[in-house]
């Protein structure tokens, strides 16, 4: 089993452009967490789906920001018109049950760097 | 407001010793708390699972603590390794129906095991 799998790791774009993360969740596994952690500050949730749904988009910035969990492929988060302030680590999650389980174990994929100049 | 604060933020210790981190949290309604070690450039990888009755519960050497009563957590890392050097993440997950879980991230304390 070769883990969540994150693509780009490192991720440089200029303000304005767009941005899209991937996010490959373990074997079995059909539901999908983002977070985003800026330097120094603990992780904050963005958004959970499930294959081609999406659970709870709380976290989520509502605009230029948006997430997919097709029912092929991975998951991709989409930034649109990238600003400064959307520099962060964007780790990704999968679990093999819902979230609403109490003992819901996530695993987290290496993350992407995104920078913004 | 949910919160969790941990503390300290950073440590400085000598490989061989042992080392205690905190937690405290004012999650409501409770359901259980994970501790995390995150690399430097990884993602987070768990080490404990706790729910409310649990008081303790060890993975090789690390041993976490959970009161309930006073919401606090410690996680004891018992004769460090350079290894260990990494951010231990606290994590409490609040007991709602559906939804993500409500997982509620903690900064981090940053362990650096010096040889």
């Known amino acids: 089993n070769a883990g969540v799998m994150q693509n780009p790791r490192h991720l440089v774009r200029r303000r304005g452009q767009e941005a899209r993360l991937r996010c490959s969740p373990m074997?079995?596994?059909?539901?999908v967490y983002w977070y985003r952690q800026l330097p120094e500050e603990g992780l904050k949730f963005m958004v959970y789906?499930?294959?081609?749904?999406?659970?709870?988009e709380s976290g989520m910035p509502k605009e230029r920001f948006s997430a997919e969990f097709p029912k092929e492929g991975p998951s991709i988060l989409r930034i649109q018109q990238v600003v400064r302030g959307d520099s962060a680590a964007y780790f990704c999650?999968?679990?093999?049950?819902?979230?609403?389980?109490?003992?819901?174990?996530?695993?987290f994929g290496p993350g992407t760097r995104l920078t913004v100049l | 407001k949910n919160q969790v604060e941990q503390s300290p933020q950073s440590l400085i210790i000598l490989e061989g010793k042992n080392c205690t981190l905190q937690?405290?949290?004012?999650?409501?309604?409770?359901?259980?708390l994970r501790w995390y070690k995150q690399d430097t450039g990884r993602g987070p990888v768990s080490l404990t699972i706790?729910?409310?009755?649990?008081n303790t519960k060890s993975n090789g050497r690390y041993t976490a603590t959970l009161d309930a009563d006073t919401k606090q957590s410690s996680l004891h890392i018992t004769a460090s390794q350079l290894s260990d050097s990494a951010s231990y993440i606290c994590?409490?997950?609040?007991?709602?129906?559906?939804?993500?879980?409500?997982?509620?991230f903690g900064k981090g304390t940053k362990l650096s095991v010096k040889p």
């Open positions: 999650a999968s679990s093999p049950r819902g979230a609403g389980g109490p003992l819901n174990e996530q695993f």
């Open positions: 074997k079995g596994h059909s539901h």
């Open positions: 789906l499930q294959k081609e749904n999406i659970i709870d």
């Open positions: 937690c405290n949290y004012t999650v409501s309604p409770f359901s259980n």
């Open positions: 706790m729910t409310f009755s649990e």
């Open positions: 994590v409490v997950s609040a007991r709602y129906g559906g939804s993500q879980g409500n997982l509620i």
